[in-house]
């Protein structure tokens, strides 16, 4: 029997050899592999993202700020270990959130499209929001009992705040997760200035490098290095004028629709002349920028797309394009006095004028006798224009049809390029290229009509360097980068873009001109009434026809600071809608009480 | 005094007390920072510890011929708790019927079941050769009939891990019994045949099947089945030569093993102590059974032979077993590390058995009741 004790006895020991062996081999030979291992299991990088900059006006009013959130996120990674895979911990979250489970489980689901409200674009392994704004009391269950809801948190975080509700909403832009990286789930601006901007305003995010345990709770924090918030983007919008703009703009197409015209669309630009800032921009329709908050609703999202509701989200100051009508003709001026004509000459304005072998008439076919480009400027008569255009297009046309000098000299005034302004989406307006084979395209190209088309920005900057005496500016609304510790980072200039080519008496006779179609000219109406002794406005009114819809209705107009460009699509005539809201504007600057009528 | 004292057998009490304070400092580190009843199990096997001991003890004063005379009342108690379990009285953890819930308390009536196993079945094989109807040739079946009773009743709750431990146990001690070679070899062929009927004919459960299919490739689903074994294997990993000190593991912090107080307690060992610590406690196990392989050989009657030697084959396949599937060697099966493992029933059958052990080993001090009775 000895034996077989023995036999046990190797067998024993054998046994002891062989797992003390393996134990060497798994922890001595193989134990960095395994540690590694173990290490990525249960380290976790978390991106802790940055709080974005505020925007402010020009006397530090915030137009867009953050607030803080109660957020409630789902960590996928915690949740799925749940024995039956999270459901139950989804149903009591959604009874306690007040939301349906299915609901939630689309949220948390990664999707593969663009990031929208309704599926999970971000890292799968990084807590997912499910419901943002959630009251505190409800946080309190969630955070003071771990054990009911593994996988659930409950945190702060920041969201955008619009104190003024839908104020400058096309200036501002909105944020939302970038789609093109979604692993960085730090929100990014996406139009507006939050685009224009968004390297100042987005900070920089941070890393934290935690130890998790197997429910994902925190064990111990490895290493943290904090979020630079974004910088604050001082701005030169004057909130108080940019309100004003807004409701003269509502104002105006309120008093046209109630006159039966459709009056779809407006702009409004308020520029500083003398420095190209922008003091307030606005467009109809708008919307409420809090639907990005926190994502947006698909249906949302297609109401603002929808051409039908008039595509909201297009800023029209920048990026709609119209006919300038009679706004165009101090270019005309302009060219005509270039190519040679008497700065004060006579010229006839007759009822009617024949470009080649087509009548051209005067608005309602009223001739004004022999009168100077001042006079023509104030009562906007066009047949002196046709004549201009037309004698231009015959010395041009013995060139071997060369460009239209008219077209060159609008060029000149900006048109036909963008302004560059600090706004994404602009439009460039549309110039001729002006080798016209008949001199009828010149002499509609003339009183602004036809084929040429502006933004009401471009507009607004031709009409600012008539008023600074020629300098063109590629306008800002950026004013300052101001860092969240109060250092100025960024000083923001507009830089000039080009000079009228207009002599000092042309910009004179052209001013002259201008001042009288507030006083006794075509907007005389719109302004009756108004201070002019007190606050001189000069002015250009523009009525464009359109093919099949009623009138676009332009006012362009500017004192010895500001200049206000107002446009009205299908609004009528430009001293029926638009010079009144541009009156409504002036008199919020200027601070003359508005009449109301 | 003195009689308990002399009693005592240092070699198996030493490292049984040592191992046994590890196990409660292994559990208290993996229980740490648990939320709900924190210190709850440190306490707890405190307590099986100190009763433990207490039970070796009074084991070890125990003579061999009450010993014997306990061994058949002894088993038929077991044999009525393994088959309690299966009626209302059974409380199921873990897909398994193993457990007993007597007023509060859970107990496990398979791991008394093992000792019950070696002294009822070294009663049975150790009896003289002339004892009317205990021929060599009967007590084979007999013996097998012995421990079918336990080890069907484990089947039937079902737990794989014991069943086995009863199975290796039977064998183990036939061998020790002097029973020829070629009626074991037939044996070990029945028991694959049916091992492989087993499989052929789906008699275990789902679970099982997946953690014998894991152990072949536990990377083919690391989140499911091989969960476990990828984790206690990095957990050990973790803990290189010497270590990352007591209460400082972060796989064991973060509780990344499940299981780790009760089945999978030598993965804290593996990373808090490193090898050498863990290796120790290796050491240790395998001294108590290389002391009850000595008490067999220099045993003074069969009975006592194969009492020791059947409990050395207990620690040894529990122990192989355990430590295997921690270190990849073997499947997972829930089985605990002898005298380590959290858990009442275990702590105190595997001391009561270091007690058993002391109580057989035949150069002890004769007792005076010996004497007399000479």
Request: hydrophobic content about 45%.
């Amino acid at each position: 029997m000895r034996s077989r004790i023995i036999l046990v006895h190797v067998l024993v020991t054998c046994m002891f050899f062989v797992l003390v062996g393996r134990l060497w081999q798994v922890q001595v030979v193989d134990g960095e592999r395994y540690a590694r291992a173990a290490t990525a299991d249960h380290e976790r990088h978390v991106v802790v993202p940055p709080v974005r900059g505020r925007i402010v006006d020009s006397r530090g009013r915030p137009l867009v700020r953050n607030r803080t959130a109660t957020t409630v996120s789902i960590d996928r990674t915690v949740l799925t270990r749940q024995p039956d895979g999270g459901r139950a911990v989804l149903e009591r979250l959604a009874k306690l959130l007040g939301m349906r489970r299915e609901e939630i489980e689309r949220r948390i689901r990664p999707c593969d499209g663009p990031a929208r409200k309704d599926c999970w674009a971000g890292s799968p392994y990084e807590p997912i929001p499910v419901k943002e704004a959630v009251p505190e009391r409800i946080a309190f269950q969630i955070t003071e009992r771990p054990d009911r809801y593994p996988g659930v948190v409950a945190d702060l975080r920041p969201v955008r705040d619009y104190p003024n509700g839908e104020l400058a909403a096309h200036v501002l832009g909105y944020v939302a997760p970038d789609d093109r990286s979604p692993t960085a789930r730090t929100a990014v601006g996406r139009d507006g200035l939050e685009a224009a901007y968004d390297a100042e305003l987005r900070g920089t995010p941070g890393e934290r490098r935690l130890v998790v345990d197997s429910a994902g709770r925190v064990v111990r924090v490895l290493s943290e290095r904090p979020a630079t918030p974004g910088a604050t983007l001082v701005t030169s919008i004057d909130a108080r004028i940019q309100k004003a703009t807004e409701r003269a703009l509502r104002r105006a197409v309120e008093r046209a629709r109630r006159r039966g015209l459709p009056a779809d669309q407006a702009a409004a630009v308020v520029m500083e002349s003398r420095t190209g800032r922008i003091t307030a921009l606005a467009a109809l329709p708008t919307y409420d920028p809090t639907v990005w908050v926190g994502g947006i609703d698909p249906k949302d999202y297609a109401r603002l797309m929808d051409p039908k509701q008039g595509s909201p989200l297009l800023s029209r100051a920048v990026a709609g394009q119209w006919a300038p009508a009679s706004t165009w003709k101090v270019t005309s001026v302009a060219a005509a006095v270039a190519a040679g004509r008497p700065v004060d000459g006579l010229y006839g304005c007759p009822g009617h004028y024949r470009v080649g072998d087509r009548p051209f008439r005067n608005f309602g076919g009223i001739g004004y006798g022999m009168i100077t480009l001042r006079r023509a400027l104030e009562v906007s008569c066009d047949t002196i224009f046709y004549r201009f255009a037309y004698e231009m297009w015959q010395e041009t046309a013995r060139k071997e049809k060369g460009e239209h000098p008219m077209v060159r000299t609008a060029r000149a005034f900006g048109f036909g390029r963008p302004t560059g302004v600090d706004l994404p989406g602009e439009a460039a307006g549309y110039l001729p290229k002006g080798d016209w084979d008949l001199p009828g395209y010149a002499a509609n190209f003339s009183i602004g009509q036809g084929e040429v088309l502006v933004t009401p920005l471009q507009l607004a900057r031709a009409y600012a360097a008539i008023a600074n005496g020629g300098t063109l500016h590629s306008p800002r609304i950026g004013k300052r980068i101001v860092a969240a510790d109060g250092t100025v980072v960024r000083r923001i200039k507009p830089p000039v873009a080009g000079r009228l080519p207009v002599g000092r008496r042309t910009l004179e006779v052209i001013r002259q001109g201008l001042a009288d179609v507030t006083r006794t000219g075509t907007a005389a109406g719109a302004f009756a009434g108004y201070p002019l002794d007190e606050h001189p406005i000069s002015g250009k009114t523009g009525t464009a026809e359109v093919f099949g819809k009623a009138d676009t209705s332009w006012f362009a107009s500017f004192d010895e600071r500001y200049t206000v460009v107002v446009m009205v699509a299908q609004g009528g005539t430009g001293g029926e809608t638009a010079a009144p809201a541009a009156r409504d504007i002036w008199s919020a600057i200027h601070g003359v009480k508005v009449d109301k009528r | 005094m003195r009689r308990v004292l002399r009693a005592l057998d240092w070699r198996i009490c030493l490292p049984a007390i040592v191992l046994c304070a590890a196990g409660v400092v292994l559990v208290w580190s993996s229980t740490r920072a648990e939320i709900h009843d924190t210190g709850a199990y440190l306490s707890r096997q405190l307590g099986y510890g100190v009763a433990g001991l207490a039970l070796m003890v009074a084991l070890a004063c125990v003579s061999r011929w009450q010993l014997r005379a306990w061994s058949v009342p002894v088993f038929v108690v077991a044999c009525l708790g393994l088959a309690a379990v299966l009626t209302p009285l059974g409380v199921t953890v873990n897909g398994s019927r193993s457990w007993l819930g007597i007023a509060g308390l859970q107990f496990q009536p398979s791991e008394p079941a093992k000792l019950a196993l070696v002294l009822a079945l070294a009663a049975l094989l150790g009896s003289p050769a002339d004892t009317p109807g205990r021929s060599p040739a009967a007590r084979l079946p007999a013996a097998l009939a012995v421990a079918a009773v336990p080890i069907g009743l484990v089947m039937l709750q079902p737990d794989l891990g014991t069943a086995l431990i009863l199975g290796t146990i039977t064998a183990g001690m036939l061998v020790l019994a002097g029973t020829p070679w070629r009626w074991i070899a037939l044996l070990a062929a029945g028991a694959l045949a049916a091992a492989a009927l087993a499989w052929w004919l789906e008699l275990l459960k789902p679970h099982q099947v997946a953690r014998l299919l894991s152990f072949a490739d536990p990377e083919a689903d690391p989140q499911g089945s091989g969960y476990n074994a990828l984790q206690a294997l990095e957990t050990v990993g973790s803990g290189g030569l010497t270590g990352r000190g007591l209460f400082r593991g972060d796989q064991t912090g973060g509780h990344f093993v499940p299981e780790q107080h009760t089945d999978f307690i030598f993965t804290v060992a593996g990373e808090e102590l490193g090898f050498l610590g863990a290796a120790l406690l290796l050491v240790l196990l395998w001294a108590i059974m290389w002391r009850g392989l000595q008490i067999a050989m220099r045993a003074g009657t069969p009975y006592e032979r194969l009492v020791a030697g059947g409990i050395v084959c207990w620690f040894a396949t529990q122990s192989a077993i355990n430590v295997g599937m921690v270190l990849g060697l073997a499947p997972v099966v829930g089985v605990p590390l002898p005298l380590l493992s959290y858990g009442g029933s275990s702590t105190l059958t595997c001391l009561a058995a270091a007690g058993v052990l002391m109580s057989v080993r035949s150069d002890r001090r004769p007792l005076p009741v010996m004497s007399l009775a000479r």
